[in-house]
């Protein structure tokens, strides 16, 4: 079956810092991917998508391309702020599916950043 | 336009009671789906819905649980007879068609089984 799997958390970095969350994907037919974001006590809101190979999502500083040959969905962001601290996940929606775009979640990525 | 809204936000229960959870998805939104997030887990796909119709209950355990969604009123997600492993938040999330790319997922019913 389809399954997402993502690095382990927590990532702890300094304000301005590099950030990058590895993604990787197994899926049986041609999946959209997602990031989604989740700050403490809140819903799951979505960060930024990619629909089809090559595709380069982007909102808020980050970024993630599909790659369709690694099956990869590395989440990136040049410059980190304190405000990016919350849980991160990747997901995808298998489309060749019968039924709807049930999303499966990888374990999430817990990033904490400091001033 | 009101996001997806989930009541109650949070809910304690004594093993062995019934847990009701609502979710009402965003106007104009037909199809809803109900995950389930365990401590320090991801979420998990249960049961994906339409307007009087269960589409994909594959995720859904085989006792205890069941949803609705009717052609009037809020999706209801019931668990009967509550553990305490059924302790988990539980997230609604609607898109407006079967083909939309999004899902807006609303603030999570956080379930205590005591």
Redesign the interface.
């Known amino acids: 079956g389809d399954s ?1 799997t993502q690095m382990e958390g927590p990532v702890t970095l300094s304000e301005e810092a590099f950030l990058t969350i590895n993604c990787t994907y197994t899926a049986t037919g041609y999946p ?1 991917l997602f990031w ?1 974001v989740q700050y403490p006590g ?5 960060l930024l ?1 990619a ?1 089809k190979a090559d595709d380069k999502g982007s909102n808020k500083g980050f970024e993630a391309t599909y790659r369709k040959e690694t099956t990869s969905f590395h989440l990136e962001k040049g410059s980190v702020q304190v405000s990016d601290s919350a849980v991160y ?1 990747c997901a995808l ?1 298998d489309q060749a599916k019968a ?10 990525t817990r990033v904490l950043v400091k001033p | 336009n009101a996001g ?1 809204m ?1 009541n109650p936000r949070h809910l304690v229960r004594r093993r062995g009671q019934e847990a009701r959870l609502r979710c009402s998805p965003m106007k104009g939104h037909s ?1 809803v ?1 109900w ?1 389930r997030q365990l401590p320090e ?5 249960m049961v ?1 819905l339409q307007k009087e119709n269960i ?2 209950e594959s ?1 859904m355990p085989k006792e205890r649980f069941s949803a609705e969604f009717p052609k009037e009123g809020p999706s209801i997600l019931r668990i009967q007879q509550v553990v305490r492993g059924d302790s988990a938040a539980y ?1 609604c ?1 609607s ?1 407006p068609s ?11 019913t956080r379930l205590t089984v005591t």
Not at chain 1, 42 to 46: A, F, I, R, S, T
Not at chain 1, 99 to 108: D, R, V
Not at chain 2, 98 to 108: D, K
Request: proline content about 2%; aromatic content about 22%; glycine content about 20%.
């Open positions: 997402v959209s989604y809140e819903g799951l809101q979505l998508k629909t996940f929606s039924a709807g775009n049930k999303l499966t979640f990888g374990g999430g | 997806v989930q199809h789906y995950y887990e991801g979420l998990k796909f994906y589409i994909d995720g997230f999330a898109s079967q083909g939309a790319y999004e899902q807006y997922f609303g603030p999570g």
